[in-house]
Every structure is written in structure tokens, then in C-alpha cells.
């Protein structure tokens, strides 16, 4: 069974970076992988913040950023504001066989 | 503006089926090189990929899903369907219709729980 990894939880403060990795527990991430990444708030449907590793949706601003890094996907927050708390979950491409897979999420706290 | 907008009951008894309708607006299923995905995310756990369909009917399910699942469109109603068999209290979910799963373009989601 495919299983996709992310930190369970992390706690940064206002204005501060902090990067969110995701990661395949085999194999390694790579642009065939498509990692998309979504925010979520209490009784929010999930919101999709960036795809196909780096790009942003309309609505994300430019402090969210997404790379690949040594085989795993990250997202990485510059400047982390008091409004980014919230659950962030990645999605990752299996090309065999051909499937999608969420990670089980990271619950960012900012204080 | 795409829009999606999912349907069906709220309520399915154990060892029931499931069956949902996603009507899609200002879009075409029968548009080539677009995938339908299915999405569900029970309460306090992360979401889950359920499966999709394209307008050739290449479709691709959640492995754990495959044996219980179907997923089709209708190119005449533009809809999109799902179809999960013998459910339990473990597809108890919100369920979500989305246009390219990596897309902006999401339904709201419909509320499904499993109990008699």
C-alpha cells in the first residue's frame, strides 16, 4: 500500500520560515510526482495551494512556495502570518499504478 | 467559472450502495484530457482519494476502493457518477467532486453518513 509521509505537527512564529516536507515511504518525488499541496481550516473544505511543485493557484500568495528537495516535495512558508494556522495536506502522482495519494497532513500552529 | 455541485443521499444504510451525481456547469465532461476525480475526507481525518474518469473512460480507482467502486459520466446530463457498494460506517464521509484533483475547481462537498 502506498503511503505518503508528512511532519504530524509544527509550531513557528509570526515571521518566521518553515518548510513542510512530503514524502513517498518508497521511492522519491520528482516532477512526474505532480506534489500539490492544500491548506485546510476548521470546517473548511481543503483548499489546493500550490500544483505541480511549484505553481501557485490565483489565490495563494506569494509567501507559500513548493520545490522538490532530495526527493521529497516541500512547502515552504516565508514570513509565516497568524493566518496560516491550519492543516496542510499534500498530494502526490503514483504512476503505477496511476493513482493519487494525500499525505496525512501537518497541522501548522503559529504563535 | 467551472462550477460543481455534488448530489444524493445524506443518509445509506450498512451493506447499502452509495450513489452520487456531480453536475458540472460551464464545462464539458466530455473534454478531452481532463480527469473527474472523486475526493472524500472523513471528520478529523485527512482526505482520501476515491478515483476518476476521463471522457475516454480511462478511469483509475483508490486501490483500497477498487473491489466496491465504480465511477462514470454522462456526456448527456454532464454529470459525473460514483457508486460505492456494501458501504459501512467507514465510508462516512464528505464526499467531493473535483475537475483535475489539483484544480481550483472543487464542488462544495456532500455530507454522507452510514448508519441504520
Known amino acids: 500500500q502506498t503511503v505518503v509521509t508528512q511532519e504530524p505537527s509544527l509550531t513557528v512564529s509570526p515571521g518566521e520560515t518553515v518548510t513542510l516536507t512530503c514524502a513517498p515511504t518508497?521511492?522519491?518525488?520528482?516532477?512526474?510526482?505532480?506534489p500539490a499541496w492544500f491548506q485546510q481550516k476548521p470546517g473548511q473544505p481543503p483548499r489546493p495551494l500550490i500544483y505541480?511543485?511549484?505553481k501557485r493557484q490565483s489565490w495563494t500568495p506569494a509567501r507559500f512556495s513548493g520545490s522538490i528537495l532530495e526527493g521529497t516535495a516541500a512547502l515552504t512558508l516565508s514570513g509565516v502570518e497568524t493566518e496560516d494556522e491550519a492543516h496542510y495536506f499534500c498530494?502526490?502522482?503514483?504512476?503505477?499504478?496511476?493513482?493519487?495519494?494525500f499525505g496525512g497532513g501537518t497541522h501548522l500552529t503559529v504563535l | 467559472q467551472v462550477q460543481l455541485q455534488e448530489s444524493g443521499p445524506g443518509l445509506v444504510k450498512p451493506s447499502d450502495t452509495l450513489s452520487l451525481i456531480c453536475s458540472v456547469s460551464?464545462?464539458?465532461?466530455?473534454?478531452?484530457?481532463?480527469?473527474w476525480n472523486w475526493v472524500r475526507q472523513a471528520a478529523g481525518k485527512g482526505p482520501q482519494w476515491i478515483g476518476r474518469?476521463?471522457?475516454?473512460?480511462?478511469?483509475t480507482y483508490n486501490p483500497s476502493l477498487r473491489r466496491r467502486l465504480s465511477v462514470s459520466l454522462d456526456a448527456s446530463k454532464n454529470e459525473i457518477s460514483l457508486t460505492l457498494r456494501s458501504v459501512t460506517a467507514a465510508d462516512t464521509a464528505t464526499y467531493y467532486c473535483?475537475?483535475?484533483?489539483?484544480?481550483?475547481?472543487w464542488g462544495q462537498g456532500l455530507s454522507v453518513t452510514v448508519s441504520s
Open positions: 518508497a521511492g522519491a518525488v520528482t516532477p512526474l510526482s505532480y
Open positions: 498530494l502526490l502522482f503514483f504512476s503505477r499504478p496511476r493513482i493519487w495519494v
Open positions: 474518469v476521463s471522457a475516454n473512460w480511462d478511469t
Open positions: 473535483a475537475r483535475g484533483v489539483t484544480s481550483p475547481y
Open positions: 460551464n464545462d464539458s465532461v466530455s473534454r478531452q484530457n481532463v480527469y
Open positions: 505541480e511543485v511549484d
